[in-house]
């Protein structure tokens, strides 16, 4: 009784704090994250064999030039020094100029990046939008072994459509969309009809397995007591399954959501690729492809940057949002 | 792990997994053998052709055969992504397992790491790795090796940690053996299963990556060719010939597949064990339905809150039904309590869910007569007494810590069926749930409330149960073990509460325990369960004196009282109880009676009413004497 009262003491008064103790250590990792991130984009240059600025400028280019851009991009000062002049520009939002075209980078990834957040936004929310309601669906439809066929039917759709990487999928939707019907833009970004084959392609995969993840979560919440007690105050069915079992198979859910968006944003490097998109995917391959250097590094840091937020942001929200703060020690 | 293997073949997924990886590793290895020369063969006058009669899948832009060539490419696709996989797995187990071995902070300094290398998805380590390596194959696989590190290494870590706790290992860690030889000898052994279903599902992700890169054209270089590199060349000539770059897709697909349903398949079945959830599945007997009349008085009393005539519950079994409970007959007046009373799977649990119409499918619930304040309850369909069942019966679970929704708020819990039965507006339904919190002895129950159920202790929640009973005008309330999860004191206040309730509100109450004190300190009579029938039926008062069935006697001599000698070993029944797949012909106690006949063992006693109560015994007679005479000894 004693120990009982205990525990309620601290049930009662821990989960503002817990949640903020939480939240500290999640952004003490973010902030080691992001350092980590910074150095390693900082030593990838360092890191290159032989002279980048010679494998970027080619063989053929005159040796004065390739000492002037060394000495432009503080390449021959010692590496504590760049270091620190590389942290100092990050600050003030400059990311160094492109060794080719001499534009300032930040500039460029800025303009890329909406390219690429208007691909990888409205996917996230297509993903949820299709997995939620076919995930409940299918859990209550086939709970308690009812509706075999239909369960092997969705689970076996569900593993072929997962295994179909973004730029097979992209290249299935062009061929078969916009080469064979001709209804839909193939490539370039023109008007909203040229979204839909890209986000379509983004968001397949990850929908097919978040609808398993939400049924299996929805199945395991529907033989919960206390379920058994929403329906013992015998309450309509849709709100038994939408009031009181559907939030509590969600927070797992939303759980993965920040890992699934990280993943998505890579995932646009493909897809964009596919349909020609002006975004940040294209950019980074063809600075990969031409060694510049600077916009490579700059790309990978936003990328990192990008995962790296999204993953801290949704598990601090689902800490507040899920009451019971169950993430405490993880 | 090996044992486990031949059981993946038995599913049709893991069959077909299997036979797909057998022909992809036949076509890798034969592929270029039989094919070399035609996927490389050039034919300038036929580039960039259609499909045709030759070419089934038409030409590239040197005229070379696009369909053997995508057969070609599946050694160097395959190889690349077995490479790339072994290098990953095996850095992986090397940096999963260093924690364990290295010195307490080094360790968690490694972990830490792993955890922020995690962070960033798999494709951004690959392109920052593909940059710093330079482009070519070799440092493709490197950078995809080192990439998918991190997360198999967390998992190795994961896995390999929960075994490092346990005793056997922490024993042999202390008595000096080598950490090394005990992470090989009693970790890895332990872990080696989930690493592999990993490790075959990390091989898809690492053939996709692959392709990813090579289509990206930092992978393969020309000219060598995977199915990525073909695709990327496809892609190009995608309005003229679309299966240029659909074949290759088609062969990832193909081959993704085979890795994943292998893996699915291996899960499935390593994770059968803590899987299966065993409810009546082996053969059950052929059930005899006979009803049990208590005929003892006329069922002419107008003011039954619950008249239930031979119920029976059902499941269906591999080897036809199986029957928890095989007709139960109970009547409970207004205000009455009737406890019920009788070890775990004695089918009083499934006679609660099934008078509460609260079994599910796959439960059968059928039954002579199941009448709720002069309700047929078996007529109509079960939502057409919603409103009566909603308002006048409810239910407290046994077990208060999972019985509340843990995202809502007391409060809603407590209204919405208040607000859905009997119509009442948001702010009387709340007014309500207020004054009902208040009404189980709630302290500050406006606070209370608002709050959610983790900030409630055990007793609070079963009370707000109750509560949440209140909130209409129960005529019963089914408490299934309400006191079980709950220590001595608070068990008093919960029991106290329900009685305050009967005596307020007139509501009968039916009270399941397999405790037989809590049941008598509550209950006007006693109903007790074996093997899915009611073997005696008394009243509560004469349970100690006047027991006749050996079971009850039974029961009450496993309940230690004040007189009990507290240095004899506890009293417990003899024996097991009825399996209800498998219930014998007789007296279903017979086996564990020491009064049994052959005539128990023949034919099954029915309940019979007399003076004191009913019993199915047939030596119900004797069976009092013996307990005199044990207690004239």
Redesign the interface.
């Known amino acids: 009784?004693v120990i009982?009262?205990a525990?309620?003491q601290q049930?009662?008064s821990r989960?503002r704090g817990r949640w903020w103790t939480f939240a500290g250590r999640r952004v003490r990792?973010l902030l080691?994250?992001l350092w980590?991130?910074v150095t390693?984009?900082f030593l990838?240059i360092q890191?290159?064999?032989g002279d980048p600025v010679r494998a970027a400028l080619g063989t053929n280019a005159p040796p004065d030039l390739v000492a002037s851009r060394r000495a432009q991009l503080g390449l021959d000062d010692p590496l504590l020094e760049q270091y620190l002049r590389y942290l100092g520009n990050l600050f003030t939002g400059d990311l160094g100029e492109s060794i080719l075209t001499q534009l300032p980078v930040a500039d460029t990834i800025v303009q890329r990046l909406l390219g690429t957040l208007s691909l990888a936004v409205p996917a996230f929310l297509l993903t949820f939008a299709i997995a939620i309601p076919v995930g409940v669906a299918m859990a209550v439809a086939t709970?308690?072994?009812?509706r075999r066929r239909a369960e092997l039917s969705f689970v076996g759709t569900s593993?072929?459509l997962?295994?179909?990487?973004e730029?097979?999928v992209s290249?299935?939707l062009?061929?078969v969309v916009a080469?064979?019907l001709g209804i839909l833009p193939?490539a370039g970004r023109d008007g909203i009809g040229s979204f839909v084959l890209p986000v379509l392609a983004l968001s397949i995969g990850p929908a097919a397995v978040m609808s398993r993840i939400v049924r299996v979560e929805m199945l395991a919440v529907l033989d919960?007591?206390?379920v058994?007690?929403?329906?013992?105050?015998?309450?309509?069915s849709l709100?038994i399954n939408l009031?009181?079992a559907l939030?509590?198979a969600v927070?797992a859910t939303l759980t993965l959501s920040g890992i699934m968006f990280?993943?998505m944003?890579?995932?646009t490097?493909?897809v964009e690729?596919?349909f020609a998109w002006p975004g940040l995917g294209s950019t980074?391959?063809s600075s990969?492809?031409s060694r510049d250097?600077p916009l490579?590094q700059g790309s990978?840091l936003v990328?990192?940057a990008i995962?790296?937020l999204a993953?801290t942001l949704v598990d601090v929200a689902v800490a507040a949002l899920?009451?019971?703060s169950t993430i405490g020690d993880s | 792990m090996r044992r486990h293997w031949p059981q993946v073949l038995r599913t049709p997924v893991g069959i077909v997994g299997i036979a797909l990886l057998t022909i992809l590793l036949l076509l890798a290895v034969l592929a270029p053998l039989l094919w070399g020369d035609r996927a490389t063969a050039t034919d300038t006058g036929d580039i960039l052709s259609g499909p045709s009669s030759q070419h089934w899948a038409g030409t590239d832009d040197l005229g070379r055969d696009i369909f053997f060539r995508t057969l070609v490419a599946t050694r160097l696709s395959i190889v690349l992504t077995l490479l790339a996989t072994a290098l990953g797995v095996g850095l992986g187990l090397l940096l999963g397992l260093a924690p364990l071995l290295l010195p307490r902070r080094l360790g968690r300094i490694m972990v830490a790491f792993l955890n922020v290398l995690l962070g960033f998805p798999s494709l951004l380590m690959v392109l920052f790795l593909a940059v710093i390596l330079g482009v070519s194959t070799s440092s493709a696989v490197l950078a995809i090796g080192v990439a998918i590190a991190s997360p198999f290494a967390r998992l190795v870590h994961t896995l390999g940690a929960g075994i490092a706790e346990r005793d056997y290992v922490a024993a042999a860690r202390i008595s000096g053996v080598n950490p090394v030889r005990v992470i090989v000898r009693h970790v890895l052994p332990n872990v080696a299963e989930p690493l592999v279903v990993n490790a075959t599902v990390t091989a898809s992700s690492v053939l996709l990556a692959f392709g990813g890169l090579s289509f990206l054209g930092i992978g393969v270089q020309p000219p060598q060719y995977d199915w990525g590199r073909l695709m990327q060349d496809g892609l190009g000539s995608i309005y003229t010939n679309p299966l240029a770059a659909l074949l290759p897709g088609i062969a990832f697909v193909v081959t993704g597949l085979a890795f994943n349903l292998t893996g699915e398949a291996a899960a499935g079945t390593f994770g059968a064990k803590s899987r299966s959830r065993s409810r009546w599945t082996s053969p059950a007997a052929p059930v005899t339905v006979r009803p049990s009349g208590s005929g003892d008085e006329e069922h002419a009393r107008v003011a039954d809150v619950l008249d239930v005539r031979d119920l029976h519950v059902s499941f269906p079994g591999p080897e036809g039904p199986i029957s928890p409970v095989r007709g139960v007959s109970l009547t409970l007046r207004t205000g009455e309590a009737v406890g019920v009373v009788g070890e775990s799977g004695s089918g009083k649990s499934m006679t609660a869910l099934a008078v509460a119409q609260l079994l599910e499918e796959p439960g059968r619930v059928t039954a002579e007569r199941l009448t709720f304040c002069e309700t047929d309850l078996q007529a109509g369909a079960r939502s057409d007494h919603d409103a009566l069942l909603g308002t006048s019966l409810a239910v407290v679970f046994q077990d208060p810590m999972s019985s509340l929704n843990p995202v809502m708020r007391i409060g809603s819990q407590l209204v919405e069926a208040a607000r859905r039965h009997q119509g009442l507006t948001r702010q009387e339904a709340s007014d309500r749930a207020v004054d009902r919190l208040r009404a189980v002895h709630l302290a500050d129950p406006e606070r209370r409330a608002r709050q959610h159920p983790h900030e409630f202790s055990g007793g609070m929640r079963q009370r707000t149960m109750i509560a949440m009973g209140l909130m209409g005008t129960p005529r019963l309330i089914v408490a299934d073990e309400p006191t079980t999860a709950l220590d001595m004191t608070v068990q008093r206040q919960v029991l106290d509460l329900l009685q305050e309730t009967r005596r307020d509100h007139g509501t009968a109450i039916l009270l399941i325990s397999h405790d037989v004190s809590v049941v008598s300190s509550v209950c006007d009579r006693v109903l007790v369960m074996y093997a899915g029938r009611i073997v005696e039926d008394l009243p509560s008062a004469d349970l100690r004196t006047k027991a006749r069935h050996p079971y009850t006697r039974a029961l009450i001599g496993a309940v230690p009282d004040m007189a009990t000698d507290l240095d004899a070993p506890l009293t417990t029944i003899p024996g097991q109880p009825v399996d209800p797949r498998n219930v014998p012909d007789g007296c279903a106690y017979a086996a564990r009676c020491p009064l049994a006949t052959e005539r128990c063992r023949q034919d099954d006693p029915v309940l019979v009413a007399d003076a004191i109560g009913s019993v199915a015994c047939w030596h119900a007679d004797v069976a009092l004497d013996v307990r005199i005479e044990e207690e004239a000894r």
């Open positions: 009784m009982q009262q525990e309620v049930a009662v989960p990792r080691i994250s980590v991130l390693a984009s990838m890191l290159v064999p709970r308690r072994g009812r593993i072929v997962s295994s179909i990487p730029f097979v290249v299935a062009v061929a080469v064979n193939a919960a007591d206390y058994r007690t929403a329906r013992s105050k015998r309450l309509s709100r009031r009181h939030p509590n927070t990280a993943a944003v890579a995932g490097v493909l690729n596919v980074i391959v990969i492809r250097y490579v990978v990328y990192g995962a790296l993953n899920d009451p019971r």
